[in-house]
């Protein structure tokens, strides 16, 4: 079956710069959705369609995309943005998959 | 602005069967496409499938072929995800969510989440 595969960890001082990456061999061909979950709570949609921003998400999370990489970018991190970030899309077929996750800790 | 409620936690013997709402308001209903997905304690997030409310179809992903229905009742805007055979496995919290695919992709918003505990 199709794999998005994610790094398991990123730590990041307050102020610096979290880079998350996601890879998969259909993503030059299919859009990538990138949400965040904090502990106890429902993702929410940070980006979609790889690089394009929801109201009300703040301007420091982007996104790029390189045929089989994928990039969660968030600038000036801050201690909110510590959570779990994934990122899904879809296979070949139609079905929709999530990346195993990346957790994000705030030094 | 869309908000979609789910239903509280249940408690399940393995075996059995469990049905979970998600209840939705703002909007027009019949245009939403719902999807489901759940989360296994500790674990990342696993599609389950979805539903077109305008074409009354579902979708289900493979692995829960023939354990999932995904119903809607357009009459109380409302959505269902009930899924028989439970195992002790199937024990997370599943969420409902708003499928984009006709506009923007992706899934915006989710419910709360329903945490639903399999045990004997």
């Known amino acids: 079956s199709y794999e998005l595969t994610q790094s398991p960890s990123v730590s990041v001082s307050p102020g610096q710069t979290a880079t998350i990456t996601c890879s998969g061999d259909?993503?030059?061909?299919?859009?990538v959705y990138w949400y965040r979950q904090k502990p106890g709570q429902a993702p929410v949609m940070v980006i979609y369609?790889?690089?394009e921003r929801p109201s009300g998400i703040p301007e420091r999370f982007s996104g790029s995309s390189s045929g089989t990489k994928v990039t969660l970018t968030i600038s000036g991190v801050q201690a909110e943005d510590e959570a779990d970030y994934y990122c899904?899309?879809?296979?070949?077929?139609?079905?929709?998959?999530f990346g195993s996750g990346t957790k994000v800790t705030v030094l | 602005q869309v908000q979609l409620v789910q239903s509280g936690a249940e408690v399940k013997k393995p075996g059995s069967s469990v049905k979970v709402s998600c209840k939705a308001s703002?909007?027009?209903?019949?245009?939403?496409?719902i999807t489901w997905v759940r989360q296994a304690p500790g674990q990342g997030l696993e599609w389950m499938g979805g539903?077109?409310?305008?074409?009354?179809?579902?979708d289900y992903a493979q692995k829960f072929q023939g354990r999932v229905t995904i119903t809607t009742d357009e009459s109380t805007n409302t959505a269902y995800m009930e899924l028989s055979s439970l195992k002790s496995e199937d024990t997370a919290v599943y969420y409902c969510?708003?499928?984009?695919?006709?506009?923007?992709?992706?899934?915006?918003?989710w419910g709360q989440g329903t945490l639903v505990t399999v045990s004997s």
């Open positions: 899904q899309s879809t296979d070949s077929s139609g079905t929709y998959v």
């Open positions: 259909a993503l030059p061909h299919q859009y």
């Open positions: 369609k790889d690089n």
């Open positions: 969510a708003r499928d984009l695919t006709t506009t923007i992709g992706g899934f915006d918003p």
């Open positions: 539903i077109l409310p305008v074409f009354g179809t579902a």
């Open positions: 703002g909007g027009t209903f019949s245009r939403y496409d």
